[in-house]
């Protein structure tokens, strides 16, 4: 069976060691000694100051809108994981939906002033497969008609954009570190903010409102990780490097693979270091994406339809006209892509794409 995806498993060894000292210290969450550890490890590795480590990507999202204290409308993509929409919704804001742009899967900035209101609040973009939104122009409007910014850069770790890490952009942005995701902790999620009395409200936020045993600032909800979390996060984090350079390699290869097919590829906004995150085609239209995922799976291959279908068609949401965004959704395929992946198993994998492209 070759999946779409397998979570990156660091030396057994060395987690355990880490273990040891947890029980050491019976010490287990509540922001331990390795939680403290793993976030300074990742400020130095993103170069980074302002960041917060929580319990999951989506409570990262939720966490990000209300710090802002968000209300009314907010302007996203279809285009996307469910959690980015789901975090408005969840949020009590409204979801509305700008279609994206054909060619880098991003929110269309040129599209996104028409469907301003005096009800909207803030535009939550995702860099979609860790491609870099069109920042500029989209922190340009956001200045003009007065509205926050969060990222949802879930997919972005190690993605650097004008050669800094994408992660320090918006008034936040966000990041999962979810086992199928590059960088992972399990489970976990980081919020960027560099604007630092948000940063403090996420700081009490995430540990239920406290200030002190006794005493509270504003509300809060559980969003703190563990030791256990982020013993993995260490060890996986001291891999990193070479996790992103064979993935790398591995998207090179396909490239070579599927040169001359008939197939596109998302293209990369300018000054944006792409991290090889994933390897998304789209294919001519759906019937042909639906024969080459039939065509895989009969040799026990699994790619996933990231994303599909169109968020703009969930049924808790105002129906919108997203035709680039159902268009895309209707005949992209992410193939499989991980650390373990071969060349064999790649090789397999193009043969019977082109065979049936
Ligand atoms: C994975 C993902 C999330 C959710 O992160 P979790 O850590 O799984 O909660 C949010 N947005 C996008 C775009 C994602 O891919």
């Known amino acids: 069976m070759i999946p779409v995806t397998k979570p990156y498993l660091p030396k057994k060894e060395k987690v355990f060691k880490l273990l040891d000292g947890v029980w050491a210290r019976n010490w287990l969450t509540n922001n331990g000694p390795l939680v403290q550890e793993f976030e300074r490890r990742l400020k130095s590795h993103l170069k980074l100051e302002n960041l917060v480590y929580v319990n999951n990507g989506t409570m ?21 994981y469910v959690a980015t929409t789901s975090s408005i919704v969840w949020e009590g804001c409204k979801p509305v939906f700008v279609d994206i742009d054909k060619q880098t899967l ?31 122009a989209i922190d340009n409007i956001a200045k003009k008609h007065n509205l926050k910014v969060i990222y949802d850069a879930a997919h972005c770790f190690n993605t650097l ?19 199928t995701k590059l960088m992972h902790s399990v489970e976990g999620g ?33 969003g703190k990780n563990s030791e256990f979390h982020s013993a993995m996060g260490l060890c996986v984090l001291e891999d990193i490097d070479q996790i ?20 596109e590829k998302q293209k990369m906004q300018e000054k944006c270091s792409y991290n090889h995150a994933y390897y998304p085609v789209l294919f001519s239209n759906e019937k042909v994406l639906l024969r080459v995922k ?49 060349l064999e198993q790649q090789k397999l994998i ?8």
């Open 190 to 222: 980081i919020v960027f903010s560099e604007n630092l009395n948000v940063l403090k409200r996420l700081n009490y936020m995430r540990n239920f409102g406290h200030d002190g045993f006794e005493n509270f600032n504003g509300v809060g909800i559980n």
């Open 244 to 263: 992103s350079s064979k993935r790398k390699q591995q998207s090179e290869f396909y490239d070579e693979l599927f040169a001359g097919l008939n197939i």
């Open 294 to 342: 039939k065509a895989l799976e009969d040799n026990m291959i699994s790619p996933r339809r990231y994303f599909y279908p169109s968020l703009s068609s969930l049924d808790y949401v105002t129906k919108t006209a997203t035709p680039i965004s159902d268009s895309c959704a209707s005949r992209i395929l992410c193939l499989p892509l991980y650390h373990e992946l071969t």
């Open 60 to 80: 990262a999202l939720q966490l990000a809108i209300k710090a802002l204290d968000l209300k009314g409308e907010i302007i996203t993509t279809p285009f996307s």
């Open 350 to 357: 193009s043969r019977i794409i082109i065979s049936v492209v």
């Open 106 to 136: 991003n929110i269309d900035p040129n599209k996104i002033e028409k469907s301003i209101t005096d009800k909207t609040s803030a535009i939550l973009a995702t860099h979609c497969f860790g491609n870099a939104c069109d920042i500029n």
């Open 161 to 179: 954009y004008k050669g800094v890490s994408v992660f320090g952009f918006g008034d936040i942005s966000i990041t999962s570190l979810h086992a």
